[in-house]
């Protein structure tokens, strides 16, 4: 199994941005689409967005335009630039291959303050 450790996480003002990273364990992750997912409390994970192993990426609508996600095969790593942050966004974000799940990451937690 390819091991995810999700960091980057922390607490910010409406507005702001963060920039989360996904590192994967081993080379298999350069070959498989990846996806962030994020799940609030008492709601359940949703897909965020994905990138293709060649970088071509869809999101959520409620955040294209807000986030992008990037990767690098070279360093086994996927991004997540966050900015113009809401409330809503809080929660915890968790990144996966796509379509099929290696084991969940411990995630880390965005937390948005109004």
């Known amino acids: 199994q390819v091991q995810l450790v999700e960091s980057g996480g922390g607490l910010v003002q409406a507005g702001g941005s963060l920039r989360l990273s996904c590192a994967a364990s081993?080379?298999?992750?350069?070959?498989?689409?990846m996806g962030w997912f994020r799940q609030a409390p008492g709601k359940q994970r949703e897909l965020v967005g994905t990138?293709?192993?060649?970088?071509?990426?869809n999101y959520a609508g409620s955040v294209k335009g807000r986030f992008t996600i990037s990767r690098d095969n070279a360093k086994n790593t996927m991004y997540l630039q966050m900015n113009s942050l809401k409330p809503e966004d809080t929660a915890v974000y968790y990144c996966n291959a796509v379509p099929f799940s290696w084991t969940w990451g411990q995630g880390t937690q965005v937390t948005v303050s109004s």
């Open positions: 990138i293709t192993s060649g970088g071509s990426t």
């Open positions: 081993d080379s298999r992750f350069s070959i498989n689409a």
